[in-house]
């Protein structure tokens, strides 16, 4: 950016010294007009011609160095606007890193839950077995009592 102001106060220096040197020349134009170019030196003549191409080229210099420093001012425009949206992408994906991180570990926590909920279930169910197996061992003893008493009964 000081770049860029550097070469501005540059080109309106030149400018300055342009329009300075085209007053001059102008003035010796009018000068010169009153009297007979007879009387001027060819010199003189031929140095007023000197200046006016020099005014022209330095002012071509001036217009092409405004239409480039026009140029990288659009370029820096572009610049400045494509920074801004990778700043907003930035932004929405570290909101969206962040949402995926607390969702991880959110699923890490009912993972665990779970698996503890099935250690529990899993404990609950080999103990029911256990006691399943008690019973139908129970239910077969009394069987067994029962169809001895009753045989004891029919033989007595």
Do not use: W
């Amino acid at each position: 950016m000081n770049r860029l102001m550097t070469i501005a106060s540059d080109v309106l220096r030149i400018e300055e010294k342009i329009s300075e040197e085209l007053e001059r020349t102008q003035d010796s134009e009018r000068a010169s007009s009153t009297t007979p170019l007879t009387a001027q030196p060819q010199q003189q003549v031929i140095q007023a011609k000197q200046n006016q191409f020099d005014i022209e080229f330095h002012y071509d210099i001036i217009q092409e160095r405004e239409e480039k420093i026009n140029r990288i001012g659009h370029a820096i425009g572009v610049v400045n606007n494509i920074m801004k949206e990778l700043g907003d992408m930035v932004l929405q994906q570290g909101e969206t890193l962040d949402l995926l991180e607390t969702n991880i570990e959110e699923s890490m926590q009912h993972s665990k839950k779970a698996v503890e909920e099935l250690s529990k279930t899993e404990k609950k169910n080999r103990d029911n077995g256990k006691r399943k197996c008690l019973l139908i061992m129970l239910v077969a003893v009394l069987l067994f009592v029962s169809c001895l008493f009753v045989i004891e009964s029919i033989r007595d």
